[in-house]
């Protein structure tokens, strides 16, 4: 592996002083048979097109851009050595790779043998640092040790790949509120060949498949946890750890091509991220609650983002136009990051070590001689044609035009740049859009499996007739017995009214409409609605968090709804969208209203 030339990126800020999430982004080279839809500008910008007008561009600024040809030295260098200082001083770091299926986190954290990534060159630089720190000349006599971990979040299960069990290991947070795996195996490092010997084992323990994007797809997140702890002399020994994740890549599944077992995996994978993309906004936005807990992915990197660590961000994008939603989406994520801000603390100050100072030093000469030979990170490159939508694929297209129906609706529908030329609530709006969009999809699988199944079980377990109440699009209706006049209401299956009928007699059953039960129905709805905690709101369906917390926060400021279409009136919801939201839930409030069991029967005969 080539020397690590070491930058002088130090920050200059007050111990425990609150540091935003670094955020940088990694563009992989464009395959050959493909246009680029992404290029760099300089070396902290770069620019997408914009699917709705090819004479424009969306652009972002972060931390560091890396265009394609920077090196795996460049993106180690200027983004992840800087923080390692910190370990030496009690303080926590992380690095997390994010980004879509095949976007390149792999290659980065991990590389090859020819292109070491940032998880060999970091360890080999701490194991460094801690040896020439515990004899520096300072006079503090200080030793330091150093030992990993390494594990997966496979399927909502947190395995260890050191000595895989198959056990689901248990999240805790310690008193100082760092998160930790109880029984996760730790392994001491006393040299980089140590940490090759475990690594190499434990890596063929994780779980990668090939998918139609990616030949070895990671199929969970994966952490390395190094943790370098020091002891001195009449001091309470302390230590400090660095996380190094490479996540599980979102995935379109209309692109991998995945089923079965892979499109499963697929479907946790993307809610996992979906929670993170939560976190980051209730990190951003200072909300009261952080739904840290939703998935292990999250809850493992309660540190790492709005924690204790001094955290990296390494976004990554393809260039290819088949990627461009992931890569909106990817940038987006980036861009709400770097609002989040830790609190790195340790418990007391140590003195910096002389022999981390020597190492920065020396480095930051290497640093630049190595900038000067190597040329600017960003490569120039024209951007392929622009996107007319009758390319794109025919997926992406819809979205994007519901996108921008919905953005129409809003009123923001004729401005050039929906994310960046726009103000700052258009932007929240559409991206509030963007994420619903996303949730609705999910929920939409969710409910065809629910479905699904309900059918199967209906099939294989034949019921004595009961009271029926079916939403109307579900039952074929009979033209007799329902007058045209009454097309609204609940189809109820009724005992026929048999006056000389015998106690023997086998009743008959027909089908008629209820419109009062309908409106029962709507307004138990609208009570919910109107009196419902967070949590009752939840259990309605087409209601998620951000949905919900739009209604808390709606009938605080503007009283209760008078009728259902009033939620018409609140921010994203549209009337095709309160239409099927009163559609699923009717059926659910009428339940609620009938007395349990087949005492039920008894209303309707
Ligand atoms: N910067 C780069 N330079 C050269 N090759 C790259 C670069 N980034 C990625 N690649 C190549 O692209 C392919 C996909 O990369 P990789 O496996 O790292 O993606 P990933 O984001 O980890 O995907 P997944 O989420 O499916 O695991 C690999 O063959 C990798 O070597």
Redesign the pocket.
């Known amino acids: 592996m080539q020397s690590q030339p070491r930058p002088s990126m130090k920050e200059h800020r007050q111990p425990d002083a609150p540091v935003p999430v670094r955020v940088c982004v990694?563009l992989?080279?464009c395959s050959k048979d493909s246009e680029p839809c992404v290029r760099g500008l300089d070396s902290r910008s770069l620019e997408l097109v914009n699917w709705r007008n090819a004479k424009e561009t969306f652009k972002y600024q972060f931390d560091t851009f890396y265009g394609?040809t920077?090196t795996q030295q460049d993106v180690y260098c200027s983004s992840v050595q800087p923080i390692l200082h910190h370990l030496l001083q009690g303080q926590n770091a992380s690095v997390l790779?994010y980004?879509?299926?095949?976007?390149?986190?792999?290659?980065?954290m991990l590389g090859?043998p020819q292109q070491p990534g940032v998880i060999p060159r970091a360890v080999r630089d701490i194991l460094h640092m801690v040896r020439e720190a515990g004899c520096g000349p300072d006079g503090h006599n200080c030793s330091y040790s150093v030992s990993m971990s390494y594990l997966e979040v496979y399927q909502e299960k947190v395995l260890d790949l050191l000595e895989p069990s198959g056990r689901d290991l248990v999240l805790r947070e310690t008193p100082d509120r760092s998160i930790m795996v109880t029984g996760l195996t730790e392994q001491e490092l006393s040299s980089f060949h140590d940490f090759e010997k475990h690594f190499l084992l434990a890596s063929r323990n994780r779980t990668?498949a090939s998918?139609g994007?990616?030949?070895?797809?990671?199929r969970s997140h994966a952490a390395l946890v190094l943790r370098v702890a020091q002891s001195r002399p009449l001091v309470p020994a302390r230590s400090a750890k660095l996380q190094l994740v490479?996540?599980?890549?979102c995935?379109d599944n209309r692109l991998t091509g995945n089923c079965g077992l892979r499109l499963r995996e697929s479907s946790v994978i993307n809610t996992s991220l979906l929670v993170l993309g939560k976190v980051v906004d209730a990190l951003r936005l200072g909300r009261p609650r952080v739904p840290y807990r939703d998935s292990k992915l999250t809850r493992l990197l309660q540190d790492s983002l709005g924690g204790s660590a001094h955290s990296v961000v390494i976004a990554?994008v393809a260039p290819e136009q088949r990627f461009y939603f992931d890569t909106l989406t990817t940038l987006n994520f980036a861009t709400r990051s770097k609002q989040v801000v830790n609190k790195p603390f340790a418990p007391g100050a140590l003195p910096e070590p002389a022999a981390e100072k020597t190492l920065q030093k020396e480095n930051s000469d290497k640093q630049k001689q190595s900038t000067s030979k190597e040329g600017p990170l960003v490569a120039e490159k024209p951007l392929g044609a622009l996107l007319p939508l009758d390319q794109l694929e025919p997926s992406l297209v819809q979205r994007v035009l519901r996108l921008e129906e919905l953005e129409r609706q809003q009123g923001a529908g004729h401005r050039g740049l929906p994310l960046l030329g726009t103000p700052k609530a258009e932007r929240k709006a559409l991206l509030r859009c963007l994420e619903e969009t996303q949730a609705e999809l999910e929920m939409r699988q969710q409910q065809k499996e629910l479905e699904a199944k309900e059918l199967l079980r209906a099939a294989s377990t034949p019921e004595p007739p009961q009271a029926i109440v079916l939403p109307m699009r579900q039952v074929p209706i009979p033209q007799k017995r329902a007058p045209p006049t009454e097309d609204e209401g609940i189809l109820v299956l009724k005992r026929r009214s048999d006056p000389g009928g015998t106690e023997n007699a086998v009743p008959s059953w027909e089908l008629t409409r209820c419109q009062e039960l309908m409106v029962r129905g709507h307004q138990k709805l609208l009570e919910l609605l109107n009196q419902g905690s967070t949590r009752e709101l939840l259990s309605l369906k087409r209601i998620g968090p951000r949905t919900a917390e739009l209604i808390m926060a709606w009938r605080e400021q503007h009283g209760p709804f008078v009728t259902l279409q009033d939620l018409q009136r609140m921010e994203t919801m549209t009337a095709k969208k309160v239409a099927t939201l009163i559609k699923a839930n009717t059926l659910d409030c009428i339940q609620m209203l009938l007395p349990p069991g087949p005492s039920a029967l008894s209303l309707f005969s």
């Open positions: 990694r992989r080279p394609d920077a790779a980004g879509p299926t095949g976007a390149g986190k792999t290659h980065t090859s990668v998918t994007l990616n030949s070895r797809s990671s490479d996540l599980a890549g995935e990554h």
